[in-house]
């Protein structure tokens, strides 16, 4: 296979497309292309971090075995044999190894390209860029309105629209979104619609006197419910055989028809010229914020660079392209199924001038890789479509399609194979990589059984042998989580949501803000609370009001008996600072968006479908939609037209479907048929997730109020289906195995009980004076330790990396730049270097004796010595370490009676390493 210059790279679910993606900036490095010209995008920085780390680890280490198939790939593509690969690696290496690598988000490349022609806004170089900045935006736009005279004009928005103060601002982000321009139209009035309709009803009821019949002419209805009658919407009813052949009713039922059509479309009009005013002053008030807040939401930094850069100014769009062009000559584009058409129109014109062949920079590339089928970000503006498009406008882009699952057992490929080559055209069928067979289950259950089918499956898999850390529940909503999270936990099974929640959303910090509540305001539906989540009823106290917030709350945490110094609890007493009392506290402390500290949990993995994106699992449960689909509450219909490159939009009012409008119909139609598609994309996502086990809990018996995206039910006389699921189960389950060093690389030790993480202590004094910082800045040195190979130089840049990624949003610059140079002077150290030389080092090393469970830093072993490292980032509390270590070397001594063992702390200061031999 030789280097296509431009390339499409269908890469469906397992497939290998992180794999190919390396392969291909590398090859492109190995060329002779410096990584400076080389910009690779993705969408999340998870990915993107994920992708330089494949890249840095698959570059340094392309040499070892580890790196056989990326080095196979890499001397295909170049057309070179290993030996010359591996060459030209070497002599790269230092400049790749100092070079900055752009493997950035949209949104980071964006805000880049912002940075350096903010000024052409009008906006500052230095702007910070915020997750959401939607309060401040609303509250300008509420200046806003008042400034200009138009409260009464939005009042009177809402009342005839029936949307909430919220809602509304959610259409409002939604379209200032879209190129919405401003227009006036005048309010219509109803009255022509309403005369044509009495002149109806004043003919048809001389006509028939059918009680059914006479209830479609009644002129006290008011034209909204006038426009849901049989007369209007389903003329098919058989009382209306009667009046069909009088010729004066058709006359007058057409004339009807025709003035509530123009009515509702000027209505229409009304209400979309009426939006489009309050969508300019949204954009104005965005632009406000921006400019003195001088900070800038991700939508915000996209909507700005696409107003930059597809402006009527063409001498400047050509003049800023020119200037991107000269640092860019190859692109990589990950899971481009999910770009939406702003992040589409500004990339487009660079995709233009890479596929265009040799530009300003000299010969260019461009390479893309998604599958269509996992496209299910459509809510967020993601535009499936542009995958084919962006091929079809260009000719020079070849195509390739992987085909091999590396992923997932034979049973699970082949079932989903069986299950999708129907429901997609041109479906290519997977190869199953895997030898092992796999297991695929399909169950069904009654209403509201689902709970007892989850804990059934999960005990089913667990007496087989595996572990509850290996095995994922995928729903769809978020409410799904919570039910089966609460079921799963009363039950006594530990879960892990992997969702970032809200800090008084976590366990230990909501019974205590809940029970402080409970002694406020003395409501019994706090105490209920609280005992929820603790599992225990407690009195209720009386709480002093002169003692500090963050006491008060420490207080009630040792009441209840929960940890007052766990991770959330800490940065509950730090944001409890801003408080004047525990009373302001308890009527405000709801609408605090502090981020829970703690990132994971032992246990169970459950997430929605959404989440699982990306993600594998050893074994995947998933279960079926629960209970009534979301009803589309949107005052319009807004698609994007891919053909006329522009927006249709339509007010949502099925009185228009009624009428005839063919607009209204086919952009309706097509809004289904894309919701549709896109739910069939999510239960693909759902169902290749798993790799050995795939367990499917169907609803039994579904209809409009309990759905079912697995068995086929009927609403509304209409026959709805995604995919139908038959009851089955085929293969075996495969237990867990735990991964272990080989016997070549390892010394045997006795079976070891995994244990909780040790911290480095960076503890003062009394632990009442720990600090969320400090516990971030011993995590964060103990990770980056952690992530080292000392005896692999080239290791460094990973573990920085690492690093950086992990603790960049928790840590400063300067503390982290702190760990890095404390690691060094350790790295730097004789001593260090004597302990480690000549041993196999195993880092985290658990260990369990006699019931004695301990975790060492790092443990050095060779055939006649075991040397333990315990490290320490504070000289506090030092006849404590002294103590723990020994306990760890009487441990060791026990289970290695043949070996010396050997013991030193070593603490690693700000300014010096001392190692202190115990």
Same mark, same amino acid.
């Given at each position: ?42 969408? @999340? ?6 992708? #330089? ?58 805000? @880049? ?68 321009? *401003? ?23 001389? #006509? ?13 209805? @008011? ?19 009667? +009046? ?77 392209? =020119? ?92 079932? +989903? ?24 289950? +399909? ?77 406020? =305001? ?49 940065? #509950? ?42 993600? *594998? ?70 169902? @290749? ?11 039994? *018996? ?31 389950? *495969? ?184």
């Amino acid at each position: 296979m030789s280097f296509e210059n431009y390339l499409c790279l269908e890469a469906s679910a397992g497939s290998g497309k992180t794999f190919a993606l390396s392969v291909r900036y590398i090859a492109l490095l190995l060329r002779g292309n410096h990584p400076n010209k080389i910009l690779a995008l993705t969408f @999340t920085n998870k990915a993107a971090s994920e992708m #330089l780390q494949r890249i840095t680890t698959t570059f340094c280490n392309l040499h070892k075995d580890e790196q056989k198939g990326e080095l196979e790939a890499l001397c295909e593509l170049l057309e070179m044999d290993a030996k010359k690969v591996l060459a030209i690696r070497d002599e790269m290496m230092g400049r790749f190894l100092a070079s900055e690598l752009k493997i950035s988000t949209f949104d980071s490349f964006f805000g @880049t390209i912002l940075r350096q022609f903010s000024l052409n806004l009008g906006l500052m170089p230095d702007f910070s860029s915020v997750e959401d900045n939607s309060e401040l935006i609303n509250n300008e736009f509420n200046k806003l309105i008042i400034a200009n005279s138009m409260v009464k004009d939005v009042a009177q928005y809402l009342y005839d629209t029936n949307n909430t103060e919220s809602d509304f601002f959610n259409k409002l982000k939604s379209l200032s979104q879209s190129k919405l321009s *401003q227009f006036n139209a005048t309010v219509p009035s109803p009255q022509n619609a309403l005369q044509k309709y009495y002149q109806l009803c004043d003919i048809a009821l001389k #006509l028939h006197s059918d009680t059914n019949y006479k209830k479609n002419f009644d002129k006290s209805l @008011t034209i909204e419910k006038i426009a849901t009658k049989p007369i209007v919407k389903e003329y098919t009813k058989k009382y209306f055989n009667k +009046v069909r052949d009088n010729l004066e009713f058709i006359s007058t039922r057409d004339e009807f028809i025709q003035a509530f059509k123009e009515y509702y479309l000027t209505l229409e009009k009304y209400e979309i010229s009426q939006i489009s005013k309050f969508v300019k002053l949204y954009k104005k008030a965005i632009a406000n914020v921006n400019n003195r807040e001088n900070s800038l939401s991700f939508d915000d930094i996209t909507n700005w660079v696409n107003e930059l850069l597809t402006n009527k100014n063409s001498q400047d769009i050509d003049m800023l392209y =020119f200037r991107l062009d000269a640092k860019i000559r190859h692109i990589l584009i990950d899971e481009f199924q999910d770009t939406s058409i702003k992040q589409y129109e500004i990339l487009e014109p660079l995709i233009a001038e890479s596929v265009a062949g040799v530009g300003q920079s000299g010969l260019g590339s461009f390479f893309y890789v998604g599958d269509t089928k996992q496209s299910i970000y459509r809510f967020r503006g993601g535009q499936k479509e542009l995958f084919n498009k962006l091929r079809d406008n260009f000719s020079q882009i070849k195509s390739q399609s992987l085909d091999k699952n590396y992923r997932s057992d034979k049973l699970v490929v082949e079932y +989903v194979n069986n299950l999708f080559r129907s429901k997609y055209t041109n479906y290519i069928d997977q190869i199953p990589n895997s030898k092992n067979e796999g297991y695929v289950k +399909v169950v069904k259950f009654e209403k509201e059984k689902h709970l007892e089918q989850i804990l059934n499956n999960i005990n089913e898999l667990t007496q087989a042998g595996v572990a509850h850390e290996d095995i994922a529940i995928l729903c769809w909503k978020n409410k799904d989580i919570d039910q089966i999270k609460n079921f799963l936990e009363h039950k006594g099974i530990a879960v892990s949501t992997q969702i970032i929640n809200l800090l008084i959303k976590s366990a230990n910090v909501a019974a205590v803000v809940e029970f402080a509540k409970y002694c406020i =305001f003395g409501d019994e539906i706090y105490a209920l609370t609280t005992q929820e989540i603790i599992q225990s009823k407690k009195s209720r106290l009386e709480l002093k009001t002169n003692a500090s917030v963050a006491q008060t709350l420490k207080f009630i945490a040792k009441y209840l008996e929960i940890n007052p110094y766990d991770i959330d609890m800490l940065k #509950l007493y730090e944001i409890s600072a801003g408080y004047s009392d525990i009373y302001d506290f308890v009527f405000n402390i709801d609408h605090e968006k502090a981020k829970s500290a703690k990132s994971s949990q032992n246990g169970i993995n459950i997430m929605t479908v959404h989440k699982s994106k990306g993600l *594998q699992f050893d074994h995947v449960i998933v279960v079926d939609y629960l209970g009534k689909p979301n009803p589309n509450q949107d005052k319009f219909l807004i698609e994007y037209n891919l053909s006329l490159n522009s927006w249709d939009i339509k007010l949502n009012n099925n009185a228009l479907e009624y009428l005839g409008d063919e607009e209204f119909i086919n952009l309706k139609n097509r809004q289904k048929s894309l919701d549709k598609d896109e739910t069939i994309n999510k239960i693909y996502v759902a169902l @290749t997730r798993a790799k050995h086990s795939l367990i499917i809990l169907a609803v039994a *018996q579904p209809n409009g109020n309990n759905i079912s995206y697995f068995t086929p039910y009927q609403c509304n006389d209409k026959n709805i289906e995604y995919v139908s699921l038959q009851e089955c189960q085929m293969g075996s389950i *495969q237990p867990s195995i735990k991964e272990i060093a080989s016997k070549s690389d390892m010394i045997e030790l006795e079976p070891f009980v995994i244990v909780g993480r040790q911290e480095i202590d960076s503890s003062t004094d009394a632990q009442d004076e720990l600090n969320l910082d400090a516990i971030y800045f011993g995590k964060a040195l103990h990770y980056y330790l952690e992530s080292f190979n000392f005896i692999d130089a080239n290791s460094k840049e990973i573990a920085k990396n690492r690093l950086y990624n992990k603790f960049g949003s928790l840590l400063d610059d300067k503390s982290l730049k702190d760990i890095i140079k404390r690691v060094d002077r350790l790295l730097d150290s004789a001593k260090f270097n004597k302990i480690i030389a000549n041993k196999k080092l195993y880092k985290e090393q658990d260990i369990g004796f006699d019931g004695e469970l301990r975790r060492i830093d790092l443990l050095c072993m060779n055939e006649s010595e075991a040397h333990i490292i315990d490290y320490k980032s504070s000289l506090n509390g030092q006849e404590n370490h002294r103590i723990q270590v020994c306990e760890y070397a009487k441990i060791l001594s026990k289970i290695y009676p043949q070996k010396s063992v050997k013991a030193s702390i070593i603490y690693i200061l700000n300014d010096e390493i001392q190692i202190q031999d115990v």
